[in-house]
């Protein structure tokens, strides 16, 4: 299984700072990489997927960014609704993998 | 609207089996591969299954005691959980498509407990 690397495991942010979480993979898998919001006792929501490409109605200050095995999602001018915990997850083969997620808190 | 609803979660003692559903809505169900997610308590996301039109594939910790299925004519998706574990104590989510799955169901609590 390909192994997801996040970090940092926790982030505590204020708002309007910009904010970068990363993962990084076990292996090369181009661009299969997706990043997911999720707030306390709901379902994640997808954010980005293909590494750069943004869900519609997803605000612009999200972006992602990277290629093979090293990925960025960055936060730009952090909002109190981004409070939640992000995690990214690779689509490159099977079994899927998460990464350990990165809880964002003030 | 896309909606995808799961259901049959409970308490089941250890060794124990459950079905899970889901059932969808909004879309042409048969056209897509359907994934179940887990959560444990207090902890991150773990892929579990995806059925896709080329196979079913699954997370180690769950092959030979899980199987997923799909009946299109309903449209719905369902999970097979036998030999369950404590460790299986989790939220189940089903969620749509292939690569990064876009729409999430709410989930359903499978509590693994004597």
């Known amino acids: 299984a390909i192994q997801m690397t996040q970090s940092p495991s926790s982030l505590s942010v204020s708002v309007g700072d910009t904010v970068t979480i990363t993962c990084r993979a076990g292996?090369?898998?181009?661009?299969?990489l997706g990043w997911y919001q999720q707030k306390p006792g709901r379902a994640p929501k997808l954010l980005i997927f293909?590494?750069?490409s943004l869900l519609s109605g997803v605000p612009s200050r999200f972006s992602g960014s990277g290629s093979g095995t090293h990925f960025t999602l960055t936060i730009s001018s952090l909002q109190p609704e981004d409070l939640a915990t992000y995690y990214c997850?690779?689509?490159?083969?099977?079994?899927?993998?998460f990464g350990q997620g990165t809880k964002v808190e003030v | 609207e896309v909606e995808l609803l799961e259901s049959g979660g409970g308490l089941v003692q250890p060794g124990g089996s459950l079905r899970l559903s889901c059932a969808a809505s909004?879309?042409?169900?048969?056209?897509?591969?359907m994934n179940w997610v887990r959560q444990a308590p207090g902890k991150g996301l773990e892929w579990v299954s995806i059925t896709t039109y080329y196979g079913d594939h699954y997370a180690d910790s769950v092959k030979g005691r899980f199987t997923v299925s799909r009946d299109d004519s309903k449209s719905t998706l369902y999970l097979y959980m036998n030999s369950l574990r404590v460790d299986d104590t989790a939220v189940y989510y089903c969620?749509?498509?292939?690569?990064?799955?876009?729409?999430w169901g709410q989930g359903t609590t499978v509590t693994v407990s004597s």
């Open positions: 969620a749509k498509g292939l690569g990064q799955p876009e729409v």
């Open positions: 997850l690779q689509s490159y083969n099977y079994p899927r993998t």
């Open positions: 909004g879309f042409i169900f048969s056209k897509y591969a």
């Open positions: 293909d590494t750069f």
């Open positions: 292996q090369d898998i181009g661009n299969d």
